[in-house]
């Protein structure tokens, strides 16, 4: 396992929580990375993702809401949720291309972070 998630649960209509995913190899630094949920009978989609230069994208159902970091080692990756609605209700998978001083960016997917939010 090269990325690990986190900070899932349940939570309230309105509510907020913090997922991060960590690259659990002290060498691995995390280049370009994003996050994605996928809901029952749904098809996975990319909810945010920030770029080497930490340049960032939402997606619609995201926007103003969401906000996508890293933290200052790039390390780990972070997602921060507010204003959480029922529509959220999905498993929230990180994706993250890591390299370290002997490899080039390789993308990695973590194990994935259940996310319920009730009405």
């Known amino acids: 396992v090269q990325l690990q998630a986190s900070g899932g649960g349940l939570v309230q209509a309105g509510g907020s929580l913090r997922l991060s995913c960590a690259a659990t190899?002290?060498?691995?630094?995390?280049?370009?990375a994003g996050w994605y949920r996928q809901a029952p009978g749904s098809q996975r989609e990319l909810v945010a993702s920030?770029?080497?230069?930490?340049?960032?994208t939402y997606a619609e159902s995201s926007k103003g809401r969401f906000t996508i970091s890293t933290d200052n080692a790039k390390k780990t990756l972070y997602l921060q949720m507010n204003s959480l609605k029922p529509e959220d209700t999905a498993v929230y998978y990180c994706?993250?291309?890591?390299?370290?001083?002997?490899?080039?960016?390789?993308?990695?997917w973590g194990q994935g972070t259940q996310v319920t939010v009730s009405s």
């Open positions: 190899r002290s060498t691995f630094y995390i280049n370009a």
């Open positions: 994706h993250a291309d890591l390299y370290d001083a002997s490899h080039s960016p390789r993308g990695y």
């Open positions: 920030i770029s080497n230069d930490d340049s960032t």
